[in-house]
């Protein structure tokens, strides 16, 4: 059974670069979608891109000049950077997968991060 | 974008009677070329990673029990538990993937009475 992580700085400090990983295990990375969600506290739940396994992507337009999304198949991780980074950015950042490029099959636990100086 | 709105916004259902959560979309998540509704349902509790539920708006996640179980098409959807049970306390939340950017309702909240 597929297992995915998230890892992340925790806290990052306003303007900065957020970088976080997912680490996949118990599958291939190969033959899906991979996808990263965030959810701001209290909130609900946010799109954010979407990276297929032969390298198209596609980025909520309302991050787009801000997030890459990428993959490193050889460490079987799946990456996401967010530009100058704002308290608007503090949520919980999920990892998710898709085989179909539609629904979320398997999610990770997620990660926190907090933008505070 | 696609605005989906969830009601209610929170829920308290006695155990073993039945729950039942909508979903409207502010446009059709419909293709008609394939007759789909490109409309998914998830739980979340916490210290857990979401799970998929239904997918499709009627089909069922392998794994999932049969107590749940999702309906509708275009705009209107719902999700039913027909019995709820102690576990099912979560927040549930639909989805669409019709179209980029993909959204997410606001999220219910499930309570036991």
């Known amino acids: 059974q597929v297992q995915l992580q998230e890892s992340g700085p925790g806290l990052v400090k306003p303007s900065e670069t957020l970088s976080l990983t997912c680490t996949v295990s118990?599958?291939?990375?190969?033959?899906?979608?991979w996808s990263w969600i965030r959810q701001p506290p209290g909130k609900g739940l946010e799109w954010i891109a979407y990276?297929?396994?032969?390298?198209?992507?596609n980025y909520n337009p309302s991050l787009k000049s801000r997030v890459t999304i990428s993959l490193d198949t050889s460490k079987k991780q799946v990456s996401l950077k967010v530009n100058s980074v704002t308290t608007a950015d503090t949520a919980v950042y999920y990892c998710?997968?898709?085989?179909?490029?539609?629904?979320?099959?398997?999610w990770g636990q997620g990660t926190l991060v907090s933008v505070s100086s | 974008d696609i605005v989906l709105t969830q009601s209610p916004d929170s829920l308290a259902v006695s155990l073993g009677e039945r729950a039942t959560i909508n979903c409207k979309s502010s446009q059709t998540v419909l293709y008609s070329s394939n007759n789909k509704n490109y409309l998914a349902w998830y739980q979340l509790k916490p210290g857990q990673p979401p799970k998929l539920l239904i997918y499709w708006a009627s089909t069922r996640e392998s794994g999932v029990p049969d107590r749940f179980s999702g309906s509708g098409s275009g705009t209107d959807f719902t999700l039913t538990i027909s019995s709820l049970q102690a576990e099912d306390v979560a927040v549930y939340y639909c989805h669409h993937y019709y179209n980029i950017p993909y959204t997410f309702g606001q999220g219910t909240k499930l309570e036991i009475k």
């Open positions: 998710g997968r898709s085989s179909t490029g539609f629904e979320f099959d398997s």
């Open positions: 118990g599958d291939s990375i190969s033959n899906y979608y």
């Open positions: 990276l297929s396994y032969s390298g198209s992507t």
